[in-house]
């Protein structure tokens, strides 16, 4: 089975750095994928680690260490916008359903 | 961008209704699901469906549920007889080979 660890919430002002950790215990997957949903709508993918290392997307990276089981979501210049939970989720090899951390709720303050 | 489209935005309907969730996924995706999320709390995987049939399903998904892939463009989620238990956001989503979930914007079911 899979699980997958992150944490509930938290707080940044503005303009600041937050990362969002992710511990996972799964067997073989693809990768690590990273998810936003804003209250009301739909998870909008962010990001996917199918490699070890570093993901950059703009405003947004993506860390994946396989052999530490984690991964992490860099949110750099946080804007007011940024307001949202976060999820992480494992692709697993099979064709099976993708697992979803219970998420983490970022709020950005001015 | 190609986009995955859900209809109705919002269900409503009585206890014991039938209901039909409707899905257009991602014309090349391979790999279709539903999943689910109650009002404030997490996403829960339902069911995914590949090459015309269930591939895993989870406890949720009970003989109260069915999906079909009535054509090559259509992926349906039918709950058969509804309960208040059962309102929630219901999201469809695709994917191809190895590739990220594409997530619908959901259908809003609210049974009364």
């Known amino acids: 089975g899979q699980s997958l660890e992150q944490p509930s919430e938290v707080t940044a002002v503005e303009g600041a750095i937050v990362q969002i950790n992710c511990t996972y215990q799964?067997?073989?997957?693809?990768?690590l994928s990273w998810y936003q949903q804003h209250d009301g709508g739909a998870p909008t993918f962010l990001s996917y680690n199918a490699l070890d290392g570093l993901e950059e997307t703009g405003r947004f990276s993506s860390f994946l260490s396989r052999s530490d089981s984690y991964g992490y979501l860099l949110l750099q210049e946080l804007q007011m916008k940024d307001s949202a939970s976060y999820f992480c989720?494992?692709?697993?090899?099979?064709?099976?359903?993708?697992?979803f951390g219970a998420g983490t709720q970022v709020v950005v303050t001015p | 961008e190609p986009e995955v489209t859900q209809t109705p935005s919002h269900q409503v309907t009585q206890m014991g209704q039938e209901v039909i969730l409707r899905c257009v996924p991602i014309s090349n995706h391979l790999y279709f699901y539903w999943y689910r999320q109650i009002l404030g709390q997490k996403v829960e995987f339902l069911v995914s469906f590949y090459n015309n049939e269930i591939s895993e399903k989870s406890e949720i998904f009970d003989d109260q549920f069915s999906v079909e892939r009535p054509d090559g463009s259509n992926f349906t989620l039918k709950i058969r007889s509804t309960k208040l238990e059962d309102s929630a956001m219901y999201f469809c989503a695709s994917r191809g080979q190895g590739s990220p979930l594409h997530f619908g914007n959901g259908t809003r079911l609210t049974v009364t």
């Open positions: 989720a494992v692709l697993p090899y099979s064709w099976g359903k993708l697992q």
């Open positions: 799964t067997s073989g997957f693809y990768g």
